[in-house]
């Protein structure tokens, strides 16, 4: 079965503008979260989406934003770049709620650089 | 707040070598442990998953163990080959935040 897709892969950006990153989990799975992974701070909890309901988030500003469709697909959202949100960001789906309690099958993530 | 931290950062070892991968966690009141492999430029791979309530999990030549009261968790690799070369990372999941906590990593070089 295919994995969970992410899209765009590679993205550049300058600061000030926003973001918009795709998540298509496997099929079936009703939960996704969302890591941003920076070689300074590492991988980071964003958020996680589970029915279209925002069961977590991390700490992180505003800023950061996401939503969950009936399908399940997930998009999150970044606006007023800065040059610190440059990252790999990466989201994971499980079929059940709670993220981190089951097994995640992670994306090959999307690579944002911020100019 | 919970920590997880990877020792060694770096490791560099021949082929068909057995080795230890440390991961530690200032909280022990976690739901589970999880370890991942990361490659260049790639998402992450779960290898295995051990329960709160387990102590070890095995897959192929991966063993997983933990130790929930030292908070200390090690990932053993037997027989190491090229193809293991990657970043290992372990994350802790519940205690106060049920969030997935990851450690900073250790990356691993097999040479042939």
């Known amino acids: 079965k295919a994995g969970v897709t992410q899209t765009p892969r590679y993205l550049i950006k300058t600061r000030g503008q926003q973001v918009t990153l795709s998540c298509s989990p496997i099929s079936g799975h009703r939960s996704v979260s969302w890591y941003q992974q920076t070689p300074g701070q590492g991988l980071q909890f964003l958020f996680e989406y589970f029915s279209e309901t925002q069961r977590n988030k991390g700490n992180f500003p505003g800023r950061f934003s996401g939503r969950q469709f009936s399908n399940s697909r997930s998009e999150m959202n970044v606006s007023t770049l800065e040059l610190g949100d440059s990252a790999l960001y990466l989201c994971?789906?499980?079929?059940?709620?709670?993220?981190?309690?089951?097994?995640?099958?992670f994306g090959a993530g999307s690579r944002l650089t911020v100019l | 707040k919970q920590e997880v931290t990877q020792i060694p950062a770096a490791l560099s070892v021949p082929e068909g070598e057995n080795l230890v991968l440390n991961c530690s966690f200032t909280?022990?009141?976690?739901?589970?442990l999880q370890w991942f492999r990361q490659d260049p430029g790639k998402g992450l791979t779960s290898l295995l998953l051990?329960?709160?309530?387990?102590r070890e999990q095995t897959s192929g030549r991966l063993n997983a163990s933990l130790d929930k009261s030292s908070g200390r968790s090690t990932l053993y690799i037997a027989a190491s080959q090229p193809g293991d070369s990657a970043t290992y990372l372990c994350a802790v999941y519940g205690g106060a935040t049920n969030k997935l906590i990851f450690g900073t990593g250790t990356l691993l070089a097999v040479q042939p």
């Open positions: 994971a789906s499980s079929s059940l709620a709670g993220g981190g309690a089951n097994v995640l099958t």
């Open positions: 051990i329960q709160s309530s387990q």
């Open positions: 909280d022990s009141a976690i739901y589970n």
